[in-house]
């Protein structure tokens, strides 16, 4: 079992950045790989990022490369998404969740711990 606790959301200006945590208890990040999505009001949650267990290989989805970085700190059990240059459609909330490497990185059904998400606002 896994809990999930997301924070570092907020109001920003576009242009801004704000670095978003997921801190997990219970099995460490050596065991899972992780990833982020997000979720608008009225639309589905979607792919942002991913990471290997152990903090390798991060894959982003086309909108986000660029400007968000994945990273991970297996001493303090947590992955991080620092994002830059914020525009108000990544306005979402944002959640982080343990994969189970059945499916493709960025398919939701791939995903089955999720914490309880973290609200991002880009608006001037």
């Known amino acids: 079992q896994v809990q999930l606790v997301e924070s570092g959301g907020g109001l920003v200006q576009p242009g801004g950045s704000l670095r978003l945590s997921c801190a997990a208890s219970?099995?460490?990040?050596?065991?899972?790989?992780m990833g982020w999505f997000r979720q608008a009001p009225g639309k589905e949650r979607e792919f942002v990022a991913a990471?290997?267990?152990?903090?390798?290989?991060?894959y982003y989805a086309d909108f986000v490369k660029g400007r968000f970085i994945i990273s991970s700190d297996n001493a303090k059990n947590t992955v991080y998404l620092q994002m830059n240059s914020l525009k108000p459609e990544d306005t979402a909330v944002y959640y982080c969740?343990?994969?189970?490497?059945?499916?493709?990185?960025?398919?939701?059904?791939?995903?089955?711990?999720w914490g309880q998400g973290t609200q991002v606002t880009v608006s001037s």
């Open positions: 990471i290997k267990r152990g903090g390798s290989s991060p």
């Open positions: 219970g099995r460490t990040f050596d065991t899972y790989d």
């Open positions: 969740g343990t994969r189970k490497n059945l499916f493709g990185v960025a398919e939701l059904r791939d995903y089955d711990y």
